[in-house]
């Protein structure tokens, strides 16, 4: 199964939603996200959020629209795309894609980052116009070559052991990176597969392409 989640960042950031569709795609509309994907003609499976960023008329309309919503008080220890992103990982998605996830405020920027780290190696997707984020744990990956994200960079979020980088630019053999380090910024693939691999850490990889 996979699961998109579409929050509720700033609309210009989001990517052309339909190009995302499919049968085996289920759509889950996270507050103000729901809105989102209503304006681009799909009706989310789910929706949760405390709906406190859309007033009362639009909310009874979502109410007859939804097939299931779940609403939650204002107050609570937990995001919306937090609680949304707990319900996608118990249906045990491969696959989870977060949309309106950046943009605005950074301290929902950064949230949404945090939360790559419930997922598997590579499991969870925060996407928008121009970048794909996800996060690895230690060990051997591959990338392939997905042609507009042409850049792609490597982030440390702890200290990095070993990091080796092959088919790609700028390679690397077994190196550390310690945080900080703008090392792996802007690299790009020259075949059409790279593989990074490393001992020990957590690393951010982020596939970007430019603005057109």
Known sequence: MIIHLVAGGPTSFLPYLQAYDGEDVCWVGVDRGVLSLLDAGIIPKRAFGDFDSIDEQELQQLKKKLPHIDIWPAE????????????????????IRVFGGTGGRLD???GNVQLLFK???GQ??????QNVVTLYRS???IVENEGDYSYISFIPMTPIRALTLRGFKYSLDA???QLGSTLCVSNELIHHFGTFSF???I?????SKDEK
Not at 203 to 207: E, K, S, V
């Open 76 to 95: 609570k220890d937990q995001t919306d795309t937090d609680i949304a992103l707990d319900w996608a990982l118990e249906q045990q998605a491969t696959k």
């Open 108 to 110: 929902h920027l950064f």
């Open 119 to 121: 997922g598997k190696d």
């Open 124 to 129: 969870i997707e925060l996407i928008d116009r």
């Open 139 to 141: 060990g051997e990956h």
């Open 175 to 177: 190196h550390d990176i």
């Open 199 to 201: 001992t020990e850490g």
């Open 203 to 207: 690393l951010m990889m982020i596939r």
